[in-house]
């Protein structure tokens, strides 16, 4: 057991906890039952479920009961404690009923929303002219009387002449002759349409060039076509297809798809071996075959050191340089007494724990140290007075930490994550907005700003601040940028303002980091978190997760487009960082993963040779034993720092490449 040196609230807070657990123990509860067993509601309605708790002699027992509904961000808005439900979208969806800290003590019940009918229709078609011969495939958007999209609705697709045109089941139409057409997409009885002129297919040829005849797996190789009439002049709107034919090497046996081309003619392979891409326009095929190679990058992890935390699971992490030039990192704790636990760093292979600090919260799960190395900000969850908020320490002696302030002015709600950037404090408040809070003066703290989207049902989960952009983790809303000091939108502190967004509906934004690669490109990574297992999961049985890394290029901000992934099997993404060209990556369960993102980005990058290295951290006395659950990574000083969730701050390195062999 590691004891703190320091305690914020006294020993008013130790005694308090001690007499609600000798209540709880009087009356132990078995069993929990919710009111209703389902419930029907139209898009916009509100109800509200409630839950009872019995002891084995069937009374009621006065306990707090949490409400959640699992994957149903912004489709059904619930309230964690009094039950309060919101239908946002048409579904259904299973809502639960717990008591925290009680081993498979839940009830649910389902909840019905009634889709809303089917408003509007719109095809999507590129221009007004269609040549005879041409193949296309057609999409149509759904939007319902909410103003939402529908995804889930049937299309039936048709043509006014089908002797002119016709249209099969995916919306893929086929021209037969010259003549005017119409397209249509129906669904629920309401029609979209889109015209057509059918003529003459003017292409006599078709060409095909390639930004390069050999690459690595992972290199992302542009291919364009060309398409002229009989005059040599381009035919700007002819339909051309891309396609490819696979000769992989002979490793490759009943694998995923060895290699992938766009339509915008973006090829990237995932394994090595000879690929022949064709372009295709009406009554044309043009080729071109090129030659792939492994990757290799591949390399060793060496261990180095471990500041264990066996007693309790830890959460984030941060390392930093003092201002005596040592090197320092602290560590948060996770449904637990409330502890931050500094380390000296300086040798990785003797990490040494040097002084803690006790808060008034079950959870500090983020920590943050100023950019001078002066003062840090611990997050609060979970207090017992439910004020919960932030405190500031004085970090400028590690070995002696000195609390400066606490501030819960309207953060009472609890704070999940942070971010200090240029002496301002950016806390996610109740998971509902970020507020911005000015600390030039860390014993005086103060408010001087906020930011929160308008979307129904939002919620926010992260903030990381670079170069006055910060980019916030929006769950289903995906990832926001908000200029708080960059100058694109006139955003600041105190006036933060919105610059670009992007969710991908299947998404579930827990994380987001910038990349600006050296080949002009700017990426954002959006990691999804998505938990399984966490409903009745014993302490002692991590849960397995879900969910991968996003990349989106927001080279121009205003039309970004998901190009990448990174999507682990059987592991789901939780804290990441950037640093060169490289990704390190925690997975939970899926432990450390060190990737190579040099290059552009398409495809996904786990299968195409990218993985430089992996790590798990096994602990036989570990929180939970030998049981890998990595939280997050920061890369310092040519050394790999991890807060791992059962077993404390471990610290890596990864060996030179191996040297290249010489003939």
């Excluded at 953060?411 to 408040?429: E, K, M, R, S």
């Excluded at 929180?623 to 720092?641: E, L, S």
């Amino acid at each position: 057991m590691i004891f703190p040196k320091h305690v914020a609230g006294g020993f008013a807070l130790v005694i308090g906890c001690s007499s609600v657990v000798s209540t709880v123990q009087a009356q132990t509860p078995t069993r929990i039952a919710l009111e209703q067993s389902n419930l029907a509601l139209e898009v916009g309605d509100s109800a509200r479920v409630s839950a009872a708790v019995y002891d084995e002699n069937g009374n009621v027992i006065d306990m707090p009961v949490f409400y959640f509904a699992p994957g149903a961000r912004r489709k059904l808005s619930v309230s964690l404690r009094d039950g309060a439900i919101t239908a946002l979208k048409g579904g259904e969806y299973k809502v639960y009923a717990i008591v925290r800290g009680v081993q498979g003590l839940r009830d649910s019940v389902m909840v019905s929303v009634t889709y809303p009918p089917v408003e509007e229709v719109v095809v999507h078609a590129a221009g007004d002219r269609f040549f005879v011969g041409a193949t296309v495939r057609h999409e149509a958007t759904i939007i319902d009387a909410s103003g939402e999209e529908r995804r889930d609705v049937p299309i039936r697709w048709s043509t006014s002449d089908p002797s002119i045109a016709t249209a099969n089941r995916i919306g893929l139409m086929t021209a037969h002759r010259e003549g005017s057409i119409t397209l249509r997409a129906t669904a629920e009885g309401v029609t979209g349409e889109h015209r057509y002129q059918v003529v003459a297919n003017p292409v006599r040829t078709l060409t095909l060039d390639a930004s390069a005849d050999s690459g690595r797996t992972g290199d992302v190789i542009h291919f364009s076509a060309s398409a002229l009439d009989g005059s040599g002049r381009r035919v700007d709107d002819a339909p051309i297809t891309y396609t490819l034919v696979a000769d992989p090497e002979d490793s490759v046996v009943a694998q995923s798809p060895p290699a992938e081309i766009d339509q915008q003619g973006r090829f990237v392979a995932q394994k090595a071996g000879d690929y022949t891409v064709m372009a295709v326009a009406p009554g044309h095929v043009a080729y071109h075959t090129i030659s792939m190679s492994n990757r290799n990058v591949s390399r060793r992890v060496e261990i180095v050191g471990q500041g264990a935390v066996r007693d309790v699971r830890t959460s984030d992490l941060w390392i930093w340089e003092g201002v005596d030039g040592r090197d320092y990192a602290v560590t948060g704790t996770w449904g637990a007494n409330g502890a931050a636990y500094f380390w000296d760093v300086t040798d990785p292979a003797n990490t040494t724990l040097i002084d803690s600090v006790v808060v008034d919260a079950r959870t500090v799960n983020d920590v943050k140290v100023s950019e001078d190395g002066r003062v840090a900000v611990i997050s609060r969850e979970g207090a017992s007075n439910r004020r919960n908020g932030m405190v500031i320490l004085d970090v400028t002696d590690p070995r002696n930490v000195e609390i400066l302030s606490h501030f819960d002015d309207g953060l009472t709600g609890g704070v999940h994550n942070v971010f200090i950037y240029d002496n301002h404090v950016y806390a996610i408040n109740a998971g509902r907005r970020f507020d911005v809070i000015n600390i030039e003066d860390p014993r005086n703290p103060h408010r001087v700003g906020q930011f929160e989207l308008d979307t129904p049902g939002h919620g926010i989960h992260d903030v990381w601040v670079v170069d006055g952009i910060a980019y916030t983790s929006n769950w289903a809303d995906g990832v926001v940028l908000v200029d708080v000091g960059n100058g694109m939108a006139g955003g600041s502190p105190s006036n933060p303002i919105k610059i670009a967004s992007y969710a991908d509906f299947r998404g579930a934004t827990h994380a987001a980091f910038p990349y600006k690669s050296p080949t002009g490109k700017f990426y954002v990574l959006m990691g999804d978190e998505i938990g399984r297992g966490y409903v009745g999961a014993n302490e002692r049985t991590p849960p397995k997760m879900a969910g991968y890394i996003h990349f989106v290029d927001f080279t121009d901000p205003l039309n970004p487009e998901e190009v990448a992934r990174y999507d682990v099997p059987d592991a789901g993404s939780h804290n990441f960082w950037i640093e060169g060209d490289e990704l390190y990556a925690a997975f939970y369960n899926g432990g450390l993963r060190v990737v190579d993102i040099s290059g552009e980005l398409k495809g996904n990058l786990f299968d195409q040779g990218r993985e430089v290295a992996q790590y798990f951290a096994y602990d036989p006395d570990g929180f939970v034993a030998n049981a890998p659950f990595a939280w997050g990574p920061q890369p310092y000083k040519g050394h790999i720092f991890v807060a791992e969730h059962h077993s404390g701050l471990w610290a890596i390195k990864l060996e030179p490449p191996p040297a290249a062999l010489t003939p």
